[in-house]
Every structure is written in structure tokens, then in C-alpha cells.
């Protein structure tokens, strides 16, 4: 008995193995569909706010590079690093 019961944990093993395929190659497509219908709407709620910026401020947006910011101003002026961590929170 004690043979059998190792057979059938490894008979389980394999059954489980291979009907965990169908469910990760499903959930992929699924996963890629869902993805490609959604895009659009992510790509507004992401143009969206700076939209909203322009028609605010139509002047904001050239004198984006000299934005100080609530501190003030950096020694030395501009900070591209500063700009960039920026540019990725908002996008």
C-alpha cells in the first residue's frame, strides 16, 4: 500500500500539471483581448489630463521647463532629472 500511495501523488502531480495548461494558455489570451479592447480608454485617461492643462492654460506648456516647483528654484536652475521623474509619473 504504501508503494500505490507514491504512484498515486505522482499521478495527481501529472494530472494537475496538464490541466493547469489550458487555464494559463486561456488566461493569456484573455488577458491579451482585455488588454487590446481597454487600450483606447487608457490612452484618453492619459492624454486627458495634460488636454485639460492646454485648454486651462494654453501658456503653461512653454514655461514647463522653468517650473520651480512649491520649494523654488534648484541651485544651478534646471534639473532634467527632476523633469523626468516627473514626465514618468504623469505618463
Known sequence: MRGG???RSEIEYLVRSLAVIPLVTHGITFSSRFQLWTQPVWIVLHVLPLASS???APNS?????RFTGRFGDFPGGFDLSCLARGSVVLL
Open 61 to 65: 506648456f512653454p514655461r514647463l521647463d
Open 54 to 56: 492646454r485648454g486651462r
Open 5 to 7: 500511495g507514491r504512484a
